[in-house]
């Protein structure tokens, strides 16, 4: 007899969600290096640092908190991929 998979056995990292982070991250990272790109490059280096720590965080938080069961690896991945 085959085990029917239930909502819960599911992985809320889809391909879906890591295209949507790829394209979120890459689509912001793009307008603040065209943003701040006159002002020198050191200015540009230390946004686009502060940029993908933003980024990471906030889409690892929101993994987290729109996760069922609060996975905390699977956030983590997800910051750490965008």
């Known amino acids: 007899m085959k085990k ?3 909502i ?3 992985d809320p990292v889809t391909p879906t969600t ?4 790829a394209s979120d991250g890459l689509v ?6 065209f ?10 280096v ?5 940029l993908f720590i933003a980024e990471g965080l906030g ?3 929101s993994q987290f908190l729109s996760d069922p069961k609060r996975n905390l690896r699977q956030a983590s991945i997800m910051g750490v991929a965008t």
């Open 4 to 6: 029917h998979k239930s």
């Open 8 to 10: 819960e056995d599911t």
């Open 18 to 21: 890591t295209i949507f982070g």
């Open 28 to 33: 912001a990272s793009i307008a603040l290096i």
């Open 35 to 44: 943003a701040t790109m006159t002002h020198g490059r050191k200015v540009v």
């Open 46 to 50: 230390t946004a686009v640092i502060g």
């Open 59 to 61: 889409m690892a938080a």
